[in-house]
């Protein structure tokens, strides 16, 4: 039996502007981009909330990659709705209008049939709604969360607490910073590492990820492309190409993280290459590996 | 017979501040740093000019590594001087103050004894004067040259004309940018080696560095360090590692241009550990060699 993966997130409408380009209303959410990545390696469950006005074309994309669906609810309002603006670099997003919709009020709960996933990933949410997920999954292979600035900012004890108690924190570099009032990446990964988690995964957008075990440092540049044109979802295309991975390998040892590092950089690598879910939706796997292939080339001597 | 390495570029002093602790008078420029590095694989020419107020301590350190001065012209006025300041990230230097002094006049000529040198570093410094240079140099192996933002701005066709005449580019990111006219990295390496080097390099601070040619490109990380205390003069102890690894190795495929890129950027990481040339100054090969095998290591899965 290969083992499931469970993310918990968001499913949202993006309108995104950058300086070549602009698009409304396209599919995003962390969810979206996750389970997309992440089914290329082993089934997915997806639990996230929409509104009256989320596409039934939308969630029809999602399963028709074999995404489970069934713990998707359906309540009355808008859905996720988030304006992004990226400048010239196509670095940082800023987010002109945040729009939680029916995502605000969602507590969610675990269904019964999920309860046994193996991996699973808690995307960026209320830290005490992660603490909540992770308690009410049975026995879990491994946790992975990501957070943001926000919670950082205004929910920093819990997050702390919930990064205590999970397997992996992806986090991206300038919040690792903030999380660690620290300039130096690797102080920030140790510090973190230091609250409990095996692996803390740092990352650094255009620059790569950086992976700290107890026993080991892993850094991989980012896969090089010619043309960035919607970085939105690159951290959760990321996850899941790392989820993935390390659910189809069934292990958790150094060697098999860092070969899921590859993974997730490369998946972000499909994400950012168009707009919205596009890019990651129409990868498949032998493309990845190739890719993986072509990032190991890319720091052999 | 090994391979002589000439190096021509500026000695200087440097008053240096960083949020952390302040410096003033200390021995600096890029053919300081650049030899510093460089002697330590092969016999290093400086080409260099001092003015009265320079110390004979400090050129009797160049000295004692072995470094022939018969290249440094003593002048009357006063040695070039930089002030500089970092914030916080000891990213990017603000120049507060540059005094060129005698460095100003400089009209270098290769010394007779110097002209049979294999491996050749223009430091930063004027493109019409490393255009001359390279013309005065017999039968080189391999010419790099540097450069900065100043000349990028101000002589951009001659220092597009002196890059299509050498074997290898050494710029940093943000200058690449600049130069090329995008944020892509990858596309400003390419458009850099379209004018003919056989070899790009783009430095990329705390990220480390990436090298093309015709037909590789190869990344490296940067050496994780846990302090960087002064990262000036970074770039010309990694040029020293790059071509120093080059001289020694007495080739130029690509395999062996990855390998001095290893070599750079652990010069690099002596240098960025300690003020002025005193972290490159204390290093040894087999500390470098140390190193390179670590940073081989982090990419390693």
Same mark, same amino acid.
């Given at each position: 039996m290969p083992s499931h993966i469970l993310v918990v997130g968001s499913l949202a409408y993006d309108d995104v502007d950058t +300086?070549?380009?602009?698009?409304?209303?396209?599919?995003?959410?962390?969810?979206?981009?996750?389970?997309?990545?992440?089914?290329?390696?082993? +089934?997915?469950?997806?639990?996230?909330?929409?509104?009256?006005?989320?596409?039934?074309?939308?969630?029809?994309?999602? !399963?028709?990659?074999?995404?489970?669906?069934?713990?998707?609810?359906?309540?009355?309002? !808008?859905?996720?709705?988030?304006?992004?603006r990226y400048n010239h670099d196509l670095a940082t997003a800023e987010t002109i209008n945040t729009d939680l919709g029916v995502f605000g009020d969602w507590v969610p709960t675990v269904p019964p049939a999920f309860v046994d996933s193996e991996f699973v990933f808690l995307a960026?949410?209320?830290?005490?709604?992660?603490? !909540?997920?992770?308690?009410?999954?049975?026995? +879990?292979?491994?946790?992975?969360l990501d957070t943001m600035n926000y919670w950082i900012e205004r929910r920093r004890d819990a997050l702390a607490d919930v990064m205590s108690r999970v397997d992996i924190v992806t986090v991206n570099e300038?919040?690792?910073?903030?999380?660690?009032?620290?300039?130096?990446?690797l102080k920030a990964a140790r510090q973190i590492h230091a609250l409990g988690p095996r692996a803390v995964i740092i990352k650094r957008a255009e620059y790569g990820a950086l992976l700290l075990t107890a026993d080991r440092i892993?850094?991989? +540049?980012?896969?090089?492309?010619?043309?960035?044109?919607?970085?939105?979802?690159?951290?959760?295309?990321?996850a899941g190409g790392l989820l993935g991975h390390l659910a189809r390998a069934g292990k958790l040892d150094d060697g098999t993280l860092c070969r899921a590092v590859l993974h997730g950089t490369v998946c972000a690598s499909f994400a950012v290459e168009q707009f919205s879910v596009d890019g990651i939706e129409r990868a498949d796997i032998r493309a990845v590996e190739r890719r993986v292939g072509e990032l190991e080339a890319l720091v052999t001597v």
């Open positions: +300086p070549y380009d602009s698009r409304r209303e396209v599919l995003g959410g962390a969810a979206s981009y996750f389970s997309l990545a992440a089914c290329l390696y082993a +089934p997915v469950r997806l639990m996230g909330v929409v509104g009256d006005d989320f596409r039934a074309s939308d969630l029809e994309r999602l !399963r028709a990659k074999g995404i489970d669906l069934a713990g998707v609810e359906h309540a009355k309002g !808008r859905s996720f709705r988030w304006l992004g960026n949410i209320l830290p005490e709604i992660q603490r !909540r997920m992770l308690e009410q999954v049975r026995s +879990p292979r491994a946790i992975a300038a919040e690792a910073r903030q999380f660690c009032g620290t300039h130096n990446v892993f850094w991989t +540049p980012a896969y090089p492309l010619d043309e960035v044109r919607d970085p939105t979802g690159a951290g959760d295309a990321f």
